[in-house]
């Protein structure tokens, strides 16, 4: 009896550990506006895996340990869809969308006001559109489009998509499941995980992806779940499918905020008004943006907000003439090969970059592109004075895809690999087993300019104002020969001084953010010191659990391993940098001038909380700290920084240049403070 009871407490216990998971993931994932630490996350992560693992009989696929992938299958099982789904038909400028306005209305009622005609307009998310279900609230079925008619089931793989609810509503608040409901949405990976899985294939020697579409689409049609677990995709819903036994809606647009209450990721951006100046208006707008988005975008698609109305004007072949895609130009581009040049980056990788004819890849010019690697360049046969086809996506590097073999001029000679490094004139090796060439001269310039603008940048220890040319002109004067040197200008001042472009004020500012540097968190750090390998998600992984920089160097690869996310490859890569007698030296600078090398205490960990529970909003330029410093003194002290004001909003710190989140703080009474203020209430001199 007691067994039993007991039973059905484990069984509570972990509905309510999914249920709160859930609602933090989507808080994180969806929202992107946490309210627990990254460490308490984990904890309850933790403890729901080990109350699965001893009960395995209670696991569910809704929950959250569920997204991890499942070993691989033969192939895919085919689904139909229950409603079909089309496709767009596309425009490609103004004139083709009047012309677009002009159809519709003439099948529509000539009196209908022109207010009653409103238009949703939505970015036209590139990635691969999938459609899924859910029964009582549940995630039963996910598929991709295939032909419209027949798609995919990759149930398993989409379960893996953090931001794709499991089981809804997800919000404790949100309304209550629909006995079924079809979602659509379009499945993407956004830019930055883009590049970095294609630079996890360069270093790995596989092949790379072209554009972030093709890697979404091949990451949710890998037959091994577990491969699409690895890889950051995420959703964005725009339309139901069907609807049974839950509410009905007049408009597209409700159906949208419906699915936003439900817990589903639905786009910020999306705008709808019947004025269609406004709509052109918001194209051009979309037009400017698009390379600025995290994610790619190829068009924008315009819709009829009206479903009474989106009924009457019905579908032709597979498209609906109530909707229409709105398409950038092409990405794409030919042009001439000028030169092939090396690049020597900051591990003294050796990179070849084609040097182009200029020529405009979707209303960019583009100068030159990259070319990945000496096998990739050799296995495409590229040679100068080819044409070739460049593709650019987002702020993606532009790259060149293949030469026009019937293009090729006669007399043209295959591209000879290099012998030597081309900035120090060193022999470069090429590793067994490794794609990459390298220069292994330690005291390469060209290495050094890398390292050091590494170092310095906003994701690293963001020091302001220090770029490419100061890391030259120092290092071609012999003021500094690793980064740690950075941190002995201050005694070089008169040096300094006589460097080409350097007065007193310059020198100033330059010393004074090298000295603000030193407080950077430690993530910042990590990812300061260039560990292949260890970008800024890996440092923040790595510096909340070592918690110092002392701990980290000491860490073992077994126990670098044990730490969630951190693989074999990584864990080697730490203990190798570590190692190593130059880096050493590095880190004995950097100590001895005080850069910080421990961890703010957590709150959770007892430490002194001054902002607990204090929410903040920071709007324009403070006086001595750079946001990503406020944010990180804010978070130490125990507070929260938002990026929205709202009632939930306890002080707004006010820079110079505010934006309109002062006037709103207003509108709310919200308390205004500056940064001393702020430091005072910290306790931070
Ligand atoms: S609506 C009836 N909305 O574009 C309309 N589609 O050619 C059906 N897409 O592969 C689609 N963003 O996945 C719609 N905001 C958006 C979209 C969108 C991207 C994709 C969709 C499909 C293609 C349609």
Not at 287 to 292: A, I, L, N, Q, V
Not at 604 to 632: C, H, M, N
């Amino acid at each position: 009896m007691a067994e039993a009871s007991s039973q059905v407490d484990i069984a509570e216990r972990i509905a309510r550990l999914r249920a709160e998971i859930n609602y933090h993931a989507y808080r994180y994932y969806t929202l992107d506006d946490p309210i627990i630490s990254d460490a308490e996350y984990d904890q309850l992560m933790q403890e729901l895996r080990r109350l699965e693992e001893a009960h395995p009989e209670l696991i569910t696929p809704d929950s959250p340990t569920q997204r991890v992938g499942a070993p691989p299958r033969p192939e895919f099982r085919k689904v139909i869809h229950p409603v079909p789904m089309t496709s767009l038909s596309n425009a490609f400028n103004e004139e083709d969308m009047r012309a677009w306005l002009m159809r519709i209305r003439r099948l529509l009622p000539e009196d209908l006001p022109a207010e009653e005609l409103a238009f949703v307009v939505e970015p036209k998310f590139d990635g691969l559109a999938v459609a899924l279900t859910y029964e009582g609230g549940i995630l039963v079925r996910g598929a991709t489009r295939g032909d419209g008619i027949e798609g995919e089931d990759v149930t398993e793989n989409l379960r893996t998509v953090k931001n794709i609810p499991l089981r809804i509503p997800v919000a404790p608040d949100g309304p209550p499941a629909p006995e079924r409901i079809e979602v659509r949405g379009e499945v993407y990976l956004p830019i930055a995980d883009f590049n970095q899985l294609n630079q996890e294939q360069m270093a790995k020697g596989e092949r790379l992806y072209a554009n972030p579409r093709n890697a979404a689409a091949g990451s949710v049609r890998q037959l091994d779940s577990r491969i699409t677990a690895r890889r950051r995709l995420a959703f964005f819903a725009y339309a139901i499918g069907y609807l049974e036994g839950g509410p009905s809606f007049t408009s597209h647009w409700d159906a949208l905020m419906y699915l936003k209450e439900l817990g589903f990721p639905v786009s910020q951006d999306i705008r709808r008004t019947h004025d269609f100046e406004e709509v052109l208006r918001f194209i051009r707008e979309w037009g400017e943006r698009r390379d600025h988005l995290p994610y790619e975008a190829d068009g924008v698609v315009i819709k009829v907000d009206s479903l009474a109305l989106q009924q009457r004007l019905g579908i032709v072949g597979n498209a609906p003439r109530w909707a229409i895609a709105y398409k950038f130009p092409p990405r794409e581009a030919t042009t001439r090969v000028l030169s092939i040049e090396v690049n020597v980056g900051r591990t003294g990788v050796l990179t070849p970059y084609a040097v182009l004819e200029p020529v405009n890849v979707g209303g960019v010019t583009v100068r030159q592109a990259t070319l990945h690697n000496f096998e990739d360049l050799m296995r495409k046969d590229i040679r100068v004075g080819d044409t070739v086809i460049v593709v650019r996506a987002g702020d993606v590097i532009p790259q060149v895809v293949k030469p026009i073999l019937e293009r090729r001029p006669p007399d043209s000679k295959p591209y000879a690999m290099p012998t030597h490094c081309p900035s120090c004139g060193e022999p470069v090796v090429k590793p067994e087993g490794e794609v990459a060439v390298y220069c292994v001269n330690a005291a390469c310039p060209a290495q050094l300019v890398r390292r050091v603008e590494h170092f310095v940048s906003r994701s690293a220890m963001d020091i302001v104002g220090f770029g490419e040319r100061i890391a030259e002109q120092l290092i071609e004067a012999g003021l500094i020969s690793d980064v740690g040197d950075i941190y002995t200008l201050k005694d070089k001042r008169e040096r300094l001084l006589q460097l080409e472009g350097f007065g007193e004020k310059k020198v100033d500012n330059l010393l004074k953010a090298i000295e603000a540097s030193k407080q950077q968190p430690l993530e910042h750090l990590v990812a300061a010191l260039g560990i292949p390998g260890v970008g800024s998600i890996v440092a923040k992984t790595l510096a909340e659990h070592f918690l110092s920089l002392d701990a980290l160097a000491a860490a073992t690869e077994e126990e670098l391993q044990r730490v969630e996310s951190i693989g074999p490859e990584i864990a080697r890569s730490v203990v190798d940098w570590f190692a190593r007698p130059r880096h050493q030296e590095v880190l004995r600078k950097l100590r001895a001038a005080g850069v910080r090398t421990e961890a703010a205490l957590r709150t959770a960990a007892g430490g002194a909380a001054p902002l607990r529970g204090l929410s903040f909003v920071i709007t324009g330029t403070l006086p001595t700290l750079s946001r990503d410093q406020a944010r990180a003194l804010i978070e130490a002290a125990g507070g929260k920084v938002t990026e929205s004001v709202s009632r939930k909003t306890d002080y707004l710190v006010l820079g110079e240049n505010p934006g309109s989140k002062l006037q709103r703080a207003r509108e709310l009474g919200i308390k205004i403070i500056d940064e001393a203020t702020l430091r005072q209430m910290i306790g931070a001199q």
